[in-house]
């Protein structure tokens, strides 16, 4: 896991200057599993209910689903 892009998640700070792969990157070395379908990239985790769904824009990560995944991260003490 890169600490420096978990912590630039977990601030909020900068939601909109995430790159994609790094996001991606971080979601995997938590465990989740992918499944992509066209841009779509879904991640599962047999002990987590909630699924996430996450899409590129650009070469970056969507704001918004990258606050999806710090509430995901901070409900389930990830």
């Not at 985790?45 to 969507?62: C, F, M, N, T, W």
Request: proline share 3%; no cysteine; charged share 25%.
């Amino acid at each position: 896991m890169n600490q420096k892009i978990y912590n630039k998640v977990m601030a909020g700070n900068s939601d909109n200057n995430i790159r994609f792969t790094d996001f991606r990157n971080l979601i995997l070395s938590y465990g989740f599993v992918e499944r992509i379908k066209g841009d779509h990239h879904v991640y599962k985790r047999d002990d987590i209910p909630e699924g996430i769904v996450i899409q590129p824009l650009g070469s970056k990560a969507k704001a918004y689903q990258v606050k999806q995944v710090r509430n995901l991260f901070n409900k389930y003490g990830l």
